[in-house]
């Protein structure tokens, strides 16, 4: 099972762009990457799962370099509504599963 | 799409009374729901795996005698904390993944808004 780590913490003006890094050395050939957002007293909500290279959507974009031993969620010129806590996942199906700490993001006005 | 439902979104309860906390999907079939228990500060901590006609499995440390779970129907898991105790008070979160609503090898999980649960 692959172990991943974050950030404990960032902060961020309003409208800047935040990268958020994670690393996670022992991904399994079949692991993909997901992040997920949580507000409090929330359930998660998913953000972007990707494999390899860069993934894109309407929200953030996902950047993997070749090894896949680390994960950049990205996401553009953040807003007061952006501040939460950002978990990054690596596994397949039901072994996708475990949390790590996570990375709290404040955006600051 | 891909929502999942979860009732009650809090309950209040006295010390020895057991509480039952249901999980839906509402608009996709789920095989497998899991259940996932939050203190404050804290990250999500995976509880069991529910799956659809047989028993959860647990994970360690978690009392299965205590926390029953049951997978009744694709759409439906409920939890329930038999003999509730303030130390059980708690964020609890359920998730479910669509079959296919991932890329390759993975399914996405698509989380409830959670229960609080506080035992007096």
């Known amino acids: 099972l692959a172990k991943t780590t974050q950030p404990i913490s960032m902060d961020s003006y309003e409208g800047q762009e935040v990268n958020i890094t994670c690393s996670h050395n022992n991904i399994a050939t079949n692991d993909y990457i997901t992040w997920y957002q949580q507000f409090p007293s929330q359930g998660p909500r998913f953000i972007i799962q990707g494999y390899k290279t860069k993934v894109t959507n309407e929200v953030a974009s996902l950047f993997i370099p070749a090894d896949r031993k680390s994960s950049t969620l990205s996401l553009p010129r953040v807003s007061l509504s952006d501040t939460a806590v950002y978990y990054c996942l690596v596994g397949t199906g039901a072994n996708n599963l475990f949390f790590g700490t996570g990375t709290r993001l404040t955006v600051i006005p | 799409g891909a929502v999942v439902s979860q009732h009650p979104s809090r309950v209040i309860c006295k010390s020895g009374t057991s509480v039952k906390i249901e999980c839906r999907s509402l608009d996709f079939q789920a095989t497998t729901m899991f259940w996932y228990r939050q203190f404050p500060k804290q990250s999500l901590m995976l509880m069991a795996t529910?799956?659809?006609?047989?028993?959860?499995?647990?994970e360690q440390g978690v009392e299965k005698d205590k926390f029953l779970i049951n997978h009744a129907s694709l759409t439906l898991s409920t939890l329930t904390v038999t003999s509730a105790h303030p130390e059980d008070s708690s964020f609890y979160i359920c998730s479910a993944s669509p079959r296919g609503s991932g890329r390759g090898n993975t399914d996405t999980q698509y989380f409830g808004p959670g229960t609080r649960l506080t035992v007096l």
């Open positions: 529910s799956n659809e006609g047989s028993k959860a499995t647990y």
